[in-house]
Nanobody, 115 residues
Framework: QVQLVESGGGLVQAGGSLRLSCAAS????????MGWYRQAPGKQRELVAV???????RYEDSVKGRFTVSRDIASNTVNLQMNNLKPEDSAVYYC?????????WGQGTQVTVSS
């Protein structure tokens, strides 16, 4: 069973930065897509960023130019570098990975941005 474990969430002031990491129980290049979703209270879960094994990364419009998704071979993680954070970025962030048409999810990590 694939396991994904997130870390790096927390409280930050607007304009600050956070780096989220997601450790996978299998080799990160065994997954096609890996990335991050988020869900704010009362809202649907939305895609934030996806790193494709083949092809370009994709970002939700509101985070373009501020967030960067990447895979790190040495640590076997998928990471989300978040810069210039805004209060509207506050949400629970979930790591996800797709392998053989099956989606796997982490437990989520809270990101709170104060104004």
């Amino acid at each position: 069973q694939v396991q994904l474990v997130e870390s790096g969430g927390g409280l930050v002031q607007a304009g600050g930065s956070l780096r989220l990491s997601c450790a996978a129980s299998e080799n990160i290049f065994s997954f096609n897509d890996m990335g991050w979703y988020r869900q704010a209270p009362g809202k649907q879960r939305e895609l934030v960023a996806v790193h494709r094994r083949y092809g370009s990364s994709r970002y939700e419009d509101s985070v373009k130019g501020r967030f960067t998704v990447s895979r790190d071979i040495a640590s076997n993680t998928v990471n989300l570098q978040m810069n210039n954070l805004k209060p509207e970025d506050s949400a629970v962030y979930y790591c996800y990975a797709e392998q053989r048409n099956v989606d796997y999810w982490g437990q989520g990590t809270q990101v709170t941005v104060s104004s």
